[in-house]
């Protein structure tokens, strides 16, 4: 287990289910209190959270609204007081050749994607400067370094995830607050598996998936547990001297 992470109070946004859920069940196993903030019902991952001893609360939000943002982060500080640890996982990635892209289309990815992040973070970093401790994870995605189609406003955001990490880290160290982000792969996960129809599969459990696998070096699905350990480290003490950097976990398939 990580060191540090007993009693912090963390908030995961898009936690849900899927990668945020599995994000929330990890830090609620390494002794963190958990905020799960996401548009769908969280009731499954507060179980998850409170079978691991810890307290959780589901907060309905859309965060890429600002004034809900603030409704949110107002009653996360009633009920928990101010998160130590932020993590930006919310996300859309619906696939659209861009041609046929209109900017409303566009400005929808960037407001859930990146715009969110910027909410978020902003909404608690006040409270970590007052702690002189934080972490911020936000969700990039391989896509950044990877060949694909579609997703020109997807892999436009998650390159904004990238930079918006990087220049806030150097804003926010002389504070104790680490930023930086995570790159996965293709993850079996609802909001996946929602979009393997409109590319042309059938389900997330055949071609669609075989497909991905040839590009990465390790050759099996990535899930959501593949990218808890990440998770876990860089809000911990261990990565108290790693900021502003981009931690690739998708089997090998993009090198830095």
């Known amino acids: 287990m990580a060191k540090g992470h007993k009693d912090k109070i963390a908030v995961i946004t898009g936690g849900a289910s899927g990668i945020g859920q599995a994000f929330a069940k990890r830090l609620a196993e390494d002794g963190v209190h958990v905020a799960i903030?996401?548009?769908q019902d969280a009731g499954a991952t507060v179980k998850m959270v409170e079978a691991a001893g810890r307290k959780a609360a589901a907060i309905k939000c859309d965060v890429s609204e600002p004034q809900a943002v603030t409704v949110m982060a107002n009653e996360v500080r009633r009920q928990f007081g101010h998160p130590d640890i932020v993590v930006n996982c919310c996300g859309i990635f619906p696939q659209k050749n861009f041609v046929d892209m209109t900017f409303d289309d566009w400005r929808k990815v960037m407001a859930t994607n990146l715009d969110s992040a910027f909410l978020v973070s902003s909404a608690f970093a006040p409270g970590m400067i007052e702690k002189k401790w934080g972490r911020i994870v936000s969700m990039s995605s391989s896509t950044v370094g990877s060949v694909v189609t579609g997703f020109a406003?997807?892999?436009a955001s998650k390159a904004g995830i990238v930079g918006f990490t990087r220049a806030l880290a150097t804003d926010l160290a002389p504070h104790g607050i680490t930023v930086n982000a995570i790159a996965p792969g293709l993850t079996k996960s609802p909001g996946a598996m929602s979009r393997a129809p409109r590319a042309g599969f059938a389900t997330m459990d055949d071609e669609f998936m075989s497909?991905?696998?040839?590009?990465?070096?390790?050759?099996?699905?990535e899930l959501p547990e593949d990218l808890v350990g990440a998770v876990s480290f860089l809000t911990s003490d261990d990565a108290?001297?790693?900021?502003?950097?981009t931690l690739s976990v998708d089997g090998g398939r993009v090198r830095l």
Do not use: E, L, P, S
């Open 37 to 39: 903030v996401d548009v």
């Open 240 to 245: 108290a001297f790693m900021t502003g950097q």
């Open 211 to 221: 497909v991905a696998q040839q590009y990465q070096a390790i050759k099996r699905i």
């Open 153 to 155: 406003h997807y892999v």
